[in-house]
């Protein structure tokens, strides 16, 4: 059964910083894209950072800030969140996809962000 476990959201300040993990299971997880999505309230969800093996590709509302990565022995991925502004204020969800696979995509639960003073 396939799972994806979010953690590490949480308050923060204006600036500040967060680390979100993600752990997954029950599929190959070093053959999978990896993403990481938000919704904010009101708003349709968005594309935040993605990674296969190399290096991240992100939105450009993050790009600087944002960081991707991933463990592919402890089937982890990361995304390391600097200087956090409020409009980062969202719920956050990681993702599995790959297109050869059946269903093609994977989703955790989510994790809440909230960026505030």
């Known amino acids: 059964q396939v799972q994806l476990v979010e953690s590490g959201g949480g308050l923060v300040q204006p600036g500040g910083s967060l680390r979100l993990s993600c752990a997954a299971s029950?599929?190959?997880?070093s053959t999978w894209v990896m993403r990481w999505y938000r919704q904010a309230p009101g708003k349709e969800r968005e594309?935040?950072?993605?990674?296969?093996?190399?290096?991240?590709i992100y939105a450009d509302s993050v790009k600087g800030r944002f960081t991707i990565s991933r463990d592919d022995v402890k089937n982890l991925v990361y995304l390391q969140m600097n200087n956090l502004k409020p409009e980062d204020t969202a719920v956050y969800y990681c993702?599995?996809?790959?297109?050869?696979?059946?269903?093609?995509?994977?989703w955790g639960q989510g994790t809440q962000v909230t960026v505030s003073s």
């Open positions: 594309w935040v950072a993605a990674i296969v093996r190399g290096g991240g």
């Open positions: 029950g599929f190959t997880f």
């Open positions: 993702n599995a996809f790959s297109s050869s696979s059946s269903p093609s995509a994977y």
